[in-house]
């Protein structure tokens, strides 16, 4: 075959004479190219970590400081204080140099001593600076003078063109709250849920829990915060994600969508060469360090340490638990069509492959008509499935030797995983549940053509749409988010197509085929893999997903009522919640702590005895509107009050669960702990955040915009909602739950979510809040926005 020629290095043949060796220029080419890239990257790695560490001062800096000192002893003064001198009498083979030497080497030791204690003391300073959060706290547009003074200190010590990795050193570590406020701000979210006699119960069980081991519990988790730089996120990462031994899909995993309304080449192998060459753009950025940091307000900077596993990772299947396998430099990748598995080189000569040469390997790869082998189409299915009794048992016995360990170690080696699907998805208005599908697809497939144990999973369509599926127990949605915004603004307005829809560029057809990976299953591991996928299948058969539009107004007109859009939100799903259900539940909302060194979350509990109050009033037909837009304002201000708590670090859930694995670890039993961990939350949410690099004018194109993406029900009998607020005037929500639950219908809830809404915006008529923002009044009239 051509390309197994075109795959060999050398050659070599016996013959009577001797051996004949014949070498192909073209792979020593190769070879010798790679060799010079890869140094090429030891070297930019070696000269940003440099400037990473030393950051917020440069190299330069050190010159300066080496310069000034010498001149200073140039001209006979010593701001050393004698330590110069000191340095001079006590170095090594003294006796070898000459005074003059001696002198300029003491001079150089003595400046960079100096220099490193500067730089010590500006991180330190900063990190001091950053500690404070009153700002979380103020009014937007009504900032303190002492704020304004604090902002221009964190500016002015932040130093200039800061690498991805600069701040980690100058974040604080999360704060531990104390017992007592943790318990007090527990007992008022759970007041508004039980009646007098459960509230009672569960006073009584916190404040035995408080007098008899709290104390104890708490002074490790303190050491505990001494000595981490995050008390919460290795266990949130082992006990929440990496230990359950439950299917990750479904359970586990969440996805993204693609543009909403715009495809920019119907092409599917064009399309998938542009997004992968974007992702190889975006990772080698991201080895680099060179991504701008995040920072609140363009200035507060954000930890991003997530990041640092995104590409190259794999979650292994463990017999108690799992770990996060992350590797370096990956040069290939693993393709999944039609129940073949592919490998794919990303590199020729040194260099990514062009968007126009991934084109050419992913049409081949579709022009396959090869058959999958014996067990190979349903084989992803193991990852889908139990993680103990199935895939972890399953991989130690047939995947640790032979060929389908080399072929195991490629696609968990791999830089991603990539799905070329069969069925066309995406947004199309003429189809009401169009969203529905293409949710459902990227959520779960097939149920054997992702592979979930993948930091993440990039799905590509026949008519051009992607998407992702993300394995979550390395990172949280906005860290993937982030890479997702910078792939899609990329592929659409710096890579671009041809007029027929191709990649621009030359197409390099020398390059060798993509290989397929080779499997030996036994009948019995065919068996396990069947076994898991109906496991898999009776799971994706039973999510009940719903996503779709609200386009009757948008962040914009939430602004002008003088609200927080997330809280307006987050009080109409209390008050769709209550209205689907006829009864309040705990909620769980999802809040960032990345101010923090490595942190990742916090939750709010959103259903606030204000917010029961409000909808309440919203139910009771005798309360006036203003009436309800006064509770209204209250349980909003009460909502971002408590978002700003957990963005701050005292929030309460994560406390009580580092607690009650401290004693796990201490040996010792907690009824209050015990309950609190226990708690479904029967509605769970989430903001998907977009525009973090602000690389596309969503006003200027406005059909450019992303429509978030979702997550499986938390609790069997619950919802799962996730939201994104897509510019001026447009929200998607993704709302999940389980057909097997007779008290849930995802439809029916999406519909309740669009009449609260709606009921909440009516509120915002000129008689019940004359004034809303710059002068001017707030309608909707016959569903269209009106100012």
């Keep these: 075959m051509a390309e197994a020629h075109q795959a060999v290095g050398f050659q070599f043949t016996v013959r009577p004479d001797g051996v004949d060796l014949k070498l192909s220029q073209e792979v020593i080419k190769n070879i010798y190219l790679s060799g010079v890239t890869a140094w090429k990257k030891k070297a930019i790695l070696f000269k940003n970590g440099v400037l990473a560490g030393v950051y917020p001062a440069s190299p330069s800096s050190w010159l300066i400081v080496v310069i000034a000192m010498m001149s200073s002893l140039y001209i006979r003064i010593d701001p050393s204080l004698g330590m110069i001198d000191s340095i001079k009498d006590n170095l090594p083979y003294r006796d070898c ?4 030497t001696r002198a300029v080497l003491s001079g150089i030791l003595f400046a960079t001593g100096l220099w490193l204690f500067l730089i010590y003391l500006l991180r330190y300073t900063l990190k001091v600076l950053l500690s404070y959060h009153g700002w979380i706290f103020e009014s937007h547009g009504k900032m303190s003078t002492s704020t304004k003074v604090w902002l221009s200190l964190v500016k002015m010590f932040s130093g200039r063109r800061p690498l991805l990795y600069s701040f980690q050193a100058s974040l604080p570590r999360l704060p531990v709250p104390s017992v007592d406020d943790t318990i007090c701000r527990y007992l008022e979210s759970i007041h508004p849920l039980l009646d007098n006699e459960q509230y009672n119960q569960m006073k009584i069980l916190a404040n035995d829990f408080r007098d008899s081991i709290a104390a104890q519990l708490q002074r490790y988790l303190m050491l505990k915060s001494w000595w981490a730089t995050n008390y919460v996120s290795d266990w949130w990462e082992e006990y929440i994600y990496l230990r359950s031994r439950s299917p ?32 190889l753009q975006y990772r080698r950025k991201l080895e680099r360090g060179e991504h701008a940091p995040l920072r609140a307000l363009g200035i507060v900077p954000m930890c991003s340490t997530q990041m640092e596993r995104m590409f190259n990772t794999t979650r292994i299947p463990g017999i108690e638990t799992d770990i996060v396998q992350h590797l370096t430099d990956r040069k290939h990748l693993v393709v999944y069509h039609k129940g073949r598995f592919f490998q794919l080189w990303l590199y020729t000569g040194g260099r990514h492959l062009l968007p126009s040469e991934l084109e050419t390997q992913f049409q081949r790869i579709l022009n396959d008509t090869s058959e999958p082998q ?185 602004k002008k009522c003088r609200t927080s859009p997330d809280a307006f939100i987050q009080l109409a799903l209390q008050l769709a919640q209550f209205r689907d259900q006829g009864l309040f539940c705990l909620t769980y909302e999802s809040s960032m702590t990345r101010m923090f060194r490595d942190g990742r979350t916090e939750t709010v509990r959103s259903c606030t005895s204000e917010a029961v109050a409000f909808v309440r009033a919203m139910e009771d037909t005798s309360a006036t509107k203003a009436q309800r837009l006064a509770l209204f304002r209250k349980a909003a201000d009460k909502h971002q009050h408590m978002c700003r708590l957990a963005m701050k670090g005292p929030g309460i859930d994560r406390h009580l669960f580092c607690l009650y694995i401290m004693s796990k670890h201490l040996g010792v039993d907690s009824p209050f702990l015990k309950k609190v961990l226990s ?36 609790a069997d009998d619950g919802y799962g909602v996730s939201y994104i607020i897509v510019g001026e005037n447009l929200i998607t929500f993704h709302i999940s739950s389980k057909f097997s639950s007779p008290d849930t219908d995802s439809y029916r809830f999406g519909r309740h979510i669009q009449k609260a809404m709606l009921d909440i915006q009516a509120l915002f008529h000129p008689e019940n809040d004359k004034m809303v923002g710059n002068g001017e009044h707030v309608q909707l009239v016959n569903g269209k926005k009106h100012l």
């Excluded at 140099?97 to 003059?100: I, M, P, T």
């Excluded at 995993?253 to 060459?277: C, E, I, K, S």
């Excluded at 360990?405 to 003429?430: R, W």
Aim: proline letters at 5%.
């Design 248 to 279: 990750i899909m479904v359970n586990n995993n969440f996805y993204m969508m693609d543009l909403l309304y715009v495809t920019p080449t119907h092409r599917q192998a064009a399309r998938a060469g542009n997004v992968v060459h974007a992702m």
């Design 679 to 714: 708690e479904p939350w029967k509605l769970s949410t989430s903001q998907t955040p977009q525009q973090q690099l602000n690389l596309v004018d969503i006003n200027k194109f406005p059909k450019y915009v992303g429509s978030g993406g979702g997550f499986g029900p938390v």
């Design 374 to 558: 014996p067990g190979e189409l349903k084989l992803a299915a193991l990852t889908a499935g139990n993680r103990y009794i199935l895939w972890a048992r399953t991989r130690i016995k047939y995947f640790s030797q032979g060929v389908n360990k080399v072929s195991l170690d490629a696609i968990e080696s791999a830089a991603f995983f990539l799905t070329l699907d069969e069925e066309p998805q995406g947004y199309d208005s003429t189809k009401t549940n169009s969203l529905d599908s293409y949710a459902k697809s990227l959520l779960h497939g097939k149920c054997y053509d992702r592979w979930f144990d993948k930091s993440f999973t990039l799905i590509s369509y026949p008519n051009g749409k992607m998407g992702i599926n993300v394995e979550h127990s390395w990172a949280d949605a906005p860290v993937v988010g982030h890479m997702w915004e910078y792939v899609l603004a990329t592929d659409c307005f710096h890579l671009g197509y041809t007029e027929e829809g191709h990649c621009k560029g030359d197409v390099n057809k020398a390059l060798p085929h993509p290989s397929r990976l080779q499997w030996q299953f036994p009948k019995e591991c065919q068996e396990v893999i069947k076994t898991s996928y109906v496991i898999a299948k009776q799971i994706a058969d039973d999510v009940d997903l719903h996503s779709y539009l609200f386009t009757e107004f948008g962040k914009g007109l939430i």
């Design 97 to 100: 140099l000459s005074a003059q």
